[in-house]
């Protein structure tokens, strides 16, 4: 236990030294920017993470709260001038209470039926974004979203914003751990492993399901609303079913329970689009079969799957 | 023995799924402290019963009684809070779990660090983290699984799963312990062991539910035997006046009535 909480600490102060390291060496701002795509990616995936790697409960509607975030900030800061400092925790809330609300009646489904109940909710979240023009904007979006500032300090230059969305990582990464780490962390992982004997041994599972779907939304929105302020334009195809998938996709490929494979999968799938422009036409082709490559080979995900690796390598060293 | 307030009382209970009725007019009690033998051929209603008790199906009619309130309507998870607790016929462990993070699960409704108790890592939670780690060590020992507490519990074999389940039930710190067919899968010296276990169980005041089908084993260490079959219970008592029962010959046996020996 003790090794293990060693082990943590060493990790996340190697992951704060290489974000700084980054943050200061590297001028490119492309490459800036697309590590800050990344970091958003993997609030998104780590979110998600808690909820079907932890817990062993999939949601592909989770981009509808990406799109709270994102659109809940723009109308906040927009149409009502108020700091985005402020529309921050309001949209997180919201995100959050739309979870809950959502989530009772939801999280009585398993399997199948969940991912087809979250599945009508994101879809009808982003009809919600695609129509209700007078607020939203409509399909044609959401312009004039306002920059980022704290008192002297302007997130208008790729390298600030690249040290906020890095910062609300590490400091996400640091509470999920926590989490996992935990009482409930294990209660979580129980319900993963056997729901009814999760409730056998004294877990109420309902309510747990519940609590970590919340905080997952929480995670989604915090990540639509660096969204928003880092490209000032949002329309609701960022926030679609593909968007849900995406992010399944992230939590499939890094590895599930494994908040490092969040972080894996986000970059994966963030830079896989940027390489793959050589190939134009055929892009998506390329990329179809690259995920289906590391699924056959790697089926439990990078994380695991590189783990496994090695460690079969080391085995074979000792022979 | 002093007649105490029973721990558990089973009133009438009736308990039907679709048109089959699977239990109907159960009473029987069991006293604090006793080992009782709940036994009858495959279709008896005994994992029905236990699913009554553990609250995982509603009762139809009649009432269960645990320490003095009805359990009517309360959640599996709740009645492992005021005091039963079980394992399964099947064995149902955490499998990607280590041994030892199966039995602080089973501690759940005896400690308390919330979400917020998680993130804030209050001063407290340390605390209750090493007491609990510390009971898990207890139990582990209890039980003869010391020195195992890192392994992952899916890959004990068969044996130890069972004996890991047990001491998991016994985290939660019950007065009741529900134990569904602990023996099925087990070896001749393995079943032994486990016999002694469940009266060391009880010699820490713990009252033993135990549906069985290893008879040796039942008629050993039970106090008491309620017999069920087709749903009806046919015959309670001590095992030497229940293995003598007439009724209870014939539902086992058919009616050809060869008796069993001691």
């Not at chain 2, 004996?163 to 569904?180: G, Q, T, V």
Request: proline share 3%.
């Amino acid at each position: 236990m003790n090794n293990h909480q060693t082990r943590n600490r060493i990790c996340y102060a190697v992951f704060s030294l290489l974000i700084i390291l980054a943050g200061y060496t590297i001028e490119n701002p492309y490459y800036i920017q697309v590590l800050t795509f990344i970091g958003i990616n993997t609030l998104l995936a780590l979110g998600l993470n808690m909820l079907m790697g932890y817990a062993g409960q999939i949601s592909l509607g989770h981009a509808a709260f990406f799109g709270i975030g994102a659109y809940g900030t723009a109308i906040l800061t927009v149409h009502y001038n108020l700091s985005p400092w402020l529309a921050l925790p309001a949209a997180i809330a919201a995100a959050m209470i739309v979870a809950y609300i959502v989530g009772i009646p939801t999280l009585k489904l398993s399997g199948y039926y969940l991912g087809m109940g979250t599945l009508g909710f994101g879809m009808i979240v982003n009809i919600l974004f695609r129509e209700w023009s007078s607020v939203t904007g409509g399909a044609s979006g959401f312009i004039g979203i306002p920059t980022l500032e704290l008192g002297p300090v302007s997130f208008s230059s790729g390298r600030n914003y690249f040290f906020l969305v890095w910062g609300f990582v590490l400091t996400s990464f640091i509470i999920c751990q926590r989490i996992i780490d935990s009482r409930i962390g294990r209660a979580l992982r129980a319900i993963h492993d056997g729901e009814k004997a999760a409730s056998a041994v004294g877990v109420d599972t309902r309510k747990l399901k519940l609590q970590v779907f919340v905080l997952s939304a929480a995670f989604s929105a915090l990540a639509g609303f660096l969204y928003a302020h880092l490209v000032f334009f949002i329309s609701p195809g960022t926030f679609s079913f593909i968007a849900s998938i995406r992010m399944v996709t992230m939590v499939v490929i890094g590895g599930m329970a494994s908040i490092w494979g969040s972080l894996l999968g986000a970059s994966l799938l963030t830079l896989l689009p940027e390489w793959l422009h050589a190939f134009s036409e055929f892009e998506m082709v390329v990329y179809g079969l690259i995920l289906m490559i590391v699924m056959i080979f790697l089926p439990r995900g990078l994380t695991r799957g590189l783990l496994d690796i090695y460690e079969r390598a080391n085995k074979k060293n000792d022979h | 023995m002093t007649t105490e307030l029973p721990l558990l009382e089973i009133k009438t209970v009736f308990k039907a799924f679709g048109g089959v009725q699977a239990l109907s007019d159960i009473t029987f009690s069991l006293n604090p402290g006793s080992i009782t033998g709940l036994i009858g051929p495959n279709g008896a209603g005994k994992t029905t019963l236990f699913n009554l008790i553990s609250g995982v199906f509603p009762v139809d009619k009649g009432k269960i009684v645990f320490s003095g309130t009805g359990i009517k309507n309360k959640k599996p998870h709740t009645l492992v809070d005021i005091g039963i607790s079980r394992t399964f016929q099947n064995v149902e462990l955490f499998e990607s779990m280590t041994v030892l993070e199966n039995i602080l699960v089973g501690q759940h409704t005896r400690t308390r660090c919330g979400m917020w108790g998680s993130i804030l890592r209050f001063p407290w939670v340390a605390g209750e983290e090493k007491k609990a780690h510390q009971f898990a060590m207890e139990l582990l020992d209890f039980v003869g699984l010391n020195g195992h507490a890192d392994k992952t519990s899916g890959d004990l074999p068969f044996g130890w799963q069972r004996l890991l389940e047990i001491a998991r039930a016994l985290a939660s710190r019950p007065k009741l312990l529900l134990l569904d067919e602990p023996a099925a899968g087990l070896n001749i010296v393995e079943t032994m062991q486990l016999g002694d276990l469940i009266k060391k169980i009880r010699e820490q005041g713990v009252t033993v539910l135990l549906v069985e089908h290893d008879m040796s084993l039942t008629m050993e260490i039970s106090d008491w035997i309620v017999v069920l079959d087709q749903g009806e219970k046919i015959a309670q008592g001590t095992p030497r006046t229940v293995q003598a029962d007439e009724k209870v010959i014939a539902a086992y046996l058919g009616t050809a009535g060869k008796k069993t020996e001691d």
